[in-house]
């Protein structure tokens, strides 16, 4: 059968390119392996979602090339996700940081697609696999299914996170068939393993922090987990953070510790009370104890005064690897963004083969910014085919 557009993937790039695409009245053929659509979708956010982010700029995104995705972003705006999700009636709010989340499931997220997809007329297969792709003037793309054919060629396969369901390497495996070269990738938006075991006992505290690598700071919560440490702040920072690099971590952000341990120098409380007033208490005694022999702070010198500040306001973590593609939400690198025309998506080199969503090197911040950009991408690529 013969298309104007295939789309390998029927994740939120695919989906959203497939929607823009059938509205200007292509024949839209989605292939995806699942045996439904945006699974990702469904389990994002906790089940709600974290559809777009208010602030969306390019600052929020890391690529070899920043301004990339400034094109794309501007084309299609989270102001632009937001009417479509009023248009369909769905609640949503703002969690924090102008992050929006879907009141009740995500679930109405891919119903809302699924509809859109129906109204453009969009042919979904799946539980269809794709095994091989070849072009000869249109593309062919076979499957267990049959094999299909096209002017235009989608790629929105997404990364390689949670392959347990369906994430696969075969956007990069097309790219690199086709020549274009592909940004390194690892896993990202992920938790991170510490080196040692010193707070593995801590599993399970949470603590807002700045937590910074480099240049790039963020304040949020970390949590400990049994290997290491999640929660958001880490999670932002596992963007930036390559092995070898330690992370420093303000621990209170909230408190001028110079005035609270000041006002402590001459008291004989153990330091794990002192520093439990201003941080969780079970922190407070892993890190008296281990950093410091939990000494009183009148028993210490100045010079350990300062560096009991100094490790306060910037506790020097290493982290020997992260928690890896099972548990990462997305997958830095992919299809170099010097390969595609950052206007349409499409191949520089290889007219009617196009990039969109996680495959292309862009990533996100945690707090919808990655979501923002797969419909973004998706309605550029959906509206130059
Ligand atoms: C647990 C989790 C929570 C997340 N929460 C959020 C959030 O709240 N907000 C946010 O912005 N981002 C979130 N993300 C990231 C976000 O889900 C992705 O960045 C986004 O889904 C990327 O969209 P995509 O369409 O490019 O790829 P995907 O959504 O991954 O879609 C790719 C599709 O291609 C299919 N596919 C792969 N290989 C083949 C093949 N060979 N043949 C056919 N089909 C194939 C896959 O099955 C999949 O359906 C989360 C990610 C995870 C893992």
New binding site residues.
């Given amino acids: 059968m013969n298309y104007d557009a295939i789309i390998?993937?029927?994740?939120?790039?695919?989906?959203f390119c497939a929607i823009t695409a059938g509205k200007r009245g292509k024949k839209v053929l989605v292939?995806?392996?699942?045996q439904e659509?945006?699974?990702?979708?469904i389990?994002?956010?906790?089940g709600?979602?974290?559809?777009?982010?208010l602030n969306v700029t390019a600052e929020n995104f890391i690529s070899q090339n920043p301004h990339f995705c400034k094109s794309a972003l501007a084309g299609f705006t989270p102001q632009d996700f937001i009417e479509l999700v009023r248009r369909y009636k769905i609640a949503y709010y703002e969690k924090t940081l102008g992050q929006l989340?879907c009141r009740e499931s995500s679930r109405q997220i891919v119903d809302m697609l699924l509809t859109e997809c129906s109204k453009a007329k969009v042919q979904i297969m799946t539980g269809?696999?794709?095994t091989g792709v070849s072009c000869n003037g249109d593309y062919q793309v076979e499957t267990n299914q049959g094999t299909f054919s096209a002017a235009k060629l989608i790629v929105?396969?997404?990364?390689l996170?949670?392959p347990k369901?369906?994430?696969?390497g075969?956007?990069y495996d097309i790219a690199r068939q086709f020549g274009l070269k592909i940004v390194e990738t690892r896993p990202s938006?992920v938790a991170l393993v510490m080196e040692g075991k010193a707070y593995t006992p801590l599993a399970g505290v949470t603590m807002e922090v700045i937590a910074s690598s480099g240049e790039q700071s963020f304040r949020e919560n970390i949590v400990f987990t049994h290997r290491g440490m999640s929660g958001p702040a880490v999670l932002q920072i596992s963007n930036y953070w390559r092995a070898g690099d330690p992370v420093s971590f303000h621990l209170t952000p909230e408190t001028d510790v110079v005035k609270h341990l000041t006002a402590n120098r001459a008291s004989r409380k153990n330091l794990n009370n002192v520093l439990a007033e201003i941080m969780p208490q079970r922190f407070a005694a892993a890190f008296a104890e281990r950093e410091f022999d939990n000494k009183p702070l009148y028993q210490m010198n100045d010079r350990e005064f300062d560096q009991l500040i100094e490790k306060l306001n910037g506790w020097q973590v290493k982290f020997s690897t992260t928690e890896g593609y099972d548990r990462?939400?997305?997958t830095l690198g992919g299809v170099s963004t010097n390969e595609l025309s950052s206007k349409t998506m499409e191949s520089k080199k290889v007219a009617g083969l196009f990039f969109?969503?996680?495959?292309v090197d862009v990533t996100?911040w945690?707090?919808?910014?990655?979501?923002?950009?797969?419909w973004a991408s998706?309605f550029a690529a959906g509206n130059a085919i």
């Fill in positions: 390998i993937g029927g994740g939120a790039a695919g989906l292939i995806e392996h699942n659509v945006g699974r990702k979708i389990i994002s956010g906790g709600r979602c974290n559809f777009t982010n989340f269809c696999s794709v929105a396969c997404g990364g996170s949670f369901i369906g994430a696969t075969f956007g938006l990462a939400e997305v969109v969503g996680e495959v996100g945690l707090g919808g910014y990655n979501f923002q950009w797969a998706g």
